[in-house]
């Protein structure tokens, strides 16, 4: 769906209120500021990532304004940005814009939109090793050459902390959808290697 006059004059308030009460359950009270938003491009301006991918933290928060639920959840580029906070920091209306995308990225993968292969692989590591990156023996091995502990203090140096993230992932339902999304996955898949 593309914009047209009539959403600039009457644009959809309820997907920018769904994502705000999503967003209040994980980031408080401060996620009402998301509305303040007036389209000034200082976000996407000192975005780092938008200077090499496609991504455009102004026109997600656009899309969310008009109501364009697909369009704001279902682009590749809503998982181009690397959290990095610069363009919370430099928001002239302090909105929480970084929070605003996490909650978005949240929905999307609750409501399994737009979830790539590499996507469900990174998702797949952290509910396997607790941690995006695993470590194995050339880690190790390249830890150990530049001087670090060739086992990082994460999840890894702690085996009784990749249960407790289990048991997070579980009870936050990450780990359910995860599963249905790479079923989902698997089936499409199968789907088109039938219609070869």
């Known amino acids: 769906m593309s914009i047209n ?3 600039i004059k009457n644009p959809s308030q ?3 209120d769904e994502i705000i009460e999503y967003a209040k359950e994980f980031f408080g009270d401060e996620c009402d500021r998301f509305r303040a938003c007036i389209q000034c491009g200082t976000c996407t301006g000192g975005c780092p990532s938008s200077r090499r991918t496609a991504w455009r933290t102004r026109q997600v928060f656009r899309k969310a304004q008009m109501g364009l639920k697909e369009e704001a959840l279902g682009g590749e580029e809503l998982w181009d940005c690397t959290t990095c906070y610069t363009c919370q920091e430099r ?14 990225r949240n929905a999307a993968f609750k409501a399994g939109i737009n979830l790539q292969a590499p996507h469900l692989f990174v998702a797949g590591l952290l509910e396997k090793f607790g941690h995006a990156v695993p470590v194995n023996d050339p880690t190790k091995a390249v830890r150990k050459k530049i001087g670090l502990q060739e086992v990082p203090p994460t999840v890894h140096a702690y085996p009784e902390g990749l249960e407790e993230v289990k048991t997070l992932l579980k ?5 359910k959808v995860l599963e249905e999304n790479v079923k989902k996955k698997e089936e499409e898949k199968k789907q088109q290697e039938a219609k070869k």
């Open 91 to 104: 928001c002239v209306r302090g909105i929480p814009t970084t929070d605003f995308v996490r909650a978005l």
């Open 14 to 16: 309820e997907f920018l």
């Open 5 to 7: 006059k009539k959403m």
């Open 171 to 175: 009870e936050t339902g990450f780990a």
